[in-house]
Structures are given as structure tokens and as C-alpha cells.
């Protein structure tokens, strides 16, 4: 999302999640070199907070699921080469050309990583099988009514103690749309969101306590709540 989206009351594509996935898939060299840069200092600022509430619960190994892990430089990368704990991420994103990047820029961690193609809203994980569960620009997304969904899923698939780092766009909108995104003419794109607040609130009512709640805006100056939550428990 960016201040180029335009919000807009067209009604919701039926083929949405193949639109998106086709965006990705074509702009995905300018969308990593561009948007996803090792110097983004507010995903390395609260990667950085995530991880070390990973380390309060001073456990040798932990599993991660990301959503939305992109080329998985970064994010992705920085989990992997934690040491303490040691962890296992299963990075999940629309985007089979967005994999394929991570598969090769990630491929000396190969036996702590497992690459899962395809929406978010497809994944079926046993309850507790996460100590964490962190998206990034991912869950944004969604439709609004599966952002709720998702995130009731992903409370369930936390272990008790289990941490969520997320963030949403602070603007309430149902639908919005740009059909240039970061200026490449295959750049169609779709967000929603339920405002700031209130998903916060719908964090707080699926059951998580809440670490960090922070505005924040990111290097198109669009303004985003970022949510850090952890389940009760443990």
C-alpha cells in the first residue's frame, strides 16, 4: 500500500488471489531490490523486538511461520541465522516466482527452511505447532474478512506463549487498488484494511495479549499499525 493506491468501492475481483500472484511474479526483481531493502529500518526494528522476545523463552530451537516471506532477503535470512534460539521457518507466499528467489538466496539454510507456495488462506497447520507467526505487507493483502479469519487461524496455530508480529494499514478502506504499483505496468495491486484500531482490537479479541502496538510509516509514507501479540500461556 502507498500513497499511488487510489481506495475504491469496485467490488472485490473473483480472481484476486491470481491477480496478486501475477503482479509478484512480474515485478518481483523491482520489488525486492526496490521495497524490500536490508537497510528498511522498521522491518529490522521490529524483526529486532520479535526475536528478542523469542529469547526470553530461552529455548534451544523454535519454529517460525512467515507469511508473505517474499525473495526472503531480509527477513527470512535473519531468522535463519539466529542463534539462540535456532529456528525453523516454514515461509509461505503467493508468489511462485517470489519462492523460487528465496529457494536460491536462501539455500545454504535448507534444512532449517520450508518453502510453501500458494494463499496464505490455503495453509492448514495442527494447533500449536508455532512459537511465532510473523507477516510483513502480506496480511494487508487480504479482503478484510479473511485478515480476521486468518488471524483466529494463526492464534490457534501459536503455542501458548507464542508470539504474532504483524502490521496493518492505519486507513480503513474495503477496497484498494493500484494498477501501476511501484510504477511497473504490471503492478496491479489490492489492499484492505479495517483501520488502525480496530485491528488492534481484532488482534486483542482473537485472544492475544498485546506486547507492541506502534504507527509507523514506511518508505512510501503510507501509515501502518505494526502489532506484536502473544498468546497466553507459557
Same mark, same amino acid.
Given at each position: 500500500?502507498?500513497?499511488?493506491?487510489?481506495?475504491?468501492?469496485?467490488?472485490?475481483?473473483? !480472481?484476486?488471489?491470481?491477480? /496478486?500472484?501475477?503482479?509478484?511474479?512480474?515485478?518481483?526483481?523491482?520489488?525486492?531490490?526496490?521495497?524490500?531493502?536490508?537497510?528498511?529500518? /522498521?522491518? %529490522?526494528?521490529?524483526?529486532?523486538?520479535?526475536?528478542?522476545? %523469542?529469547?526470553?523463552?530461552?529455548?534451544?530451537?523454535?519454529?517460525?511461520?512467515?507469511?508473505?516471506?517474499?525473495g526472503g532477503i531480509p527477513g527470512t535470512r535473519i531468522l535463519l541465522e539466529n542463534q539462540?534460539?535456532?529456528?525453523?521457518?516454514?515461509?509461505?507466499?503467493?508468489?511462485?516466482? *517470489?519462492?523460487?528467489?528465496?529457494?536460491?538466496?536462501?539455500?545454504?539454510?535448507?534444512?532449517?527452511?520450508?518453502?510453501?507456495?500458494?494463499?496464505?488462506?490455503?495453509?492448514?497447520?495442527?494447533?500449536?505447532?508455532?512459537?511465532?507467526?510473523?507477516?510483513?505487507?502480506?496480511?494487508?493483502?487480504?479482503?478484510?474478512?479473511?485478515?480476521?479469519?486468518?488471524?483466529?487461524?494463526?492464534?490457534?496455530?501459536?503455542?501458548?506463549?507464542?508470539?504474532?508480529?504483524?502490521?496493518?494499514?492505519?486507513?480503513?478502506?474495503?477496497?484498494?487498488? !493500484?494498477?501501476?504499483? %511501484?510504477? *511497473?505496468?504490471?503492478?496491479?495491486?489490492?489492499?484492505?484494511?479495517?483501520?488502525?484500531?480496530?485491528?488492534?482490537?481484532?488482534?486483542?479479541?482473537?485472544?492475544?495479549?498485546?506486547?507492541?502496538?506502534?504507527?509507523?510509516?514506511? %518508505?512510501?509514507?503510507?501509515?501502518?499499525?505494526? /502489532?506484536?501479540?502473544?498468546?497466553?500461556?507459557?
Open positions: 500500500m502507498s500513497n499511488e493506491s487510489s481506495v475504491s468501492s469496485t467490488e472485490i475481483p473473483d !480472481n484476486l488471489k491470481s491477480r /496478486i500472484k501475477d503482479s509478484y511474479d512480474a515485478i518481483a526483481d523491482h520489488y525486492n531490490n526496490n521495497f524490500t531493502r536490508e537497510h528498511d529500518v /522498521i522491518r %529490522l526494528d521490529f524483526l529486532g523486538r520479535f526475536l528478542k522476545e %523469542l529469547q526470553v523463552k530461552e529455548k534451544e530451537n523454535a519454529t517460525v511461520l512467515e507469511l508473505g516471506c517474499g539462540s534460539p535456532s529456528i525453523h521457518v516454514t515461509a509461505n507466499d503467493l508468489s511462485s516466482t *517470489q519462492i523460487e528467489v528465496a529457494r536460491s538466496n536462501l539455500s545454504s539454510f535448507s534444512d532449517k527452511l520450508t518453502l510453501v507456495e500458494g494463499d496464505m488462506m490455503q495453509l492448514s497447520f495442527p494447533d500449536e505447532s508455532f512459537d511465532a507467526v510473523m507477516g510483513f505487507y502480506s496480511v494487508i493483502h487480504l479482503p478484510r474478512d479473511e485478515q480476521a479469519e486468518i488471524v483466529k487461524r494463526i492464534v490457534r496455530w501459536l503455542k501458548p506463549g507464542g508470539l504474532f508480529l504483524v502490521n496493518f494499514g492505519d486507513e480503513e478502506f474495503s477496497v484498494a487498488v !493500484n494498477k501501476t504499483w %511501484l510504477d *511497473q505496468e504490471k503492478g496491479w495491486m489490492f489492499w484492505s484494511g479495517w483501520g488502525g484500531k480496530q485491528s488492534v482490537k481484532m488482534v486483542e479479541e482473537a485472544g492475544l495479549e498485546l506486547v507492541v502496538t506502534e504507527k509507523r510509516q514506511d %518508505l512510501l509514507d503510507a501509515a501502518f499499525i505494526w /502489532i506484536l501479540g502473544k498468546k497466553p500461556g507459557v
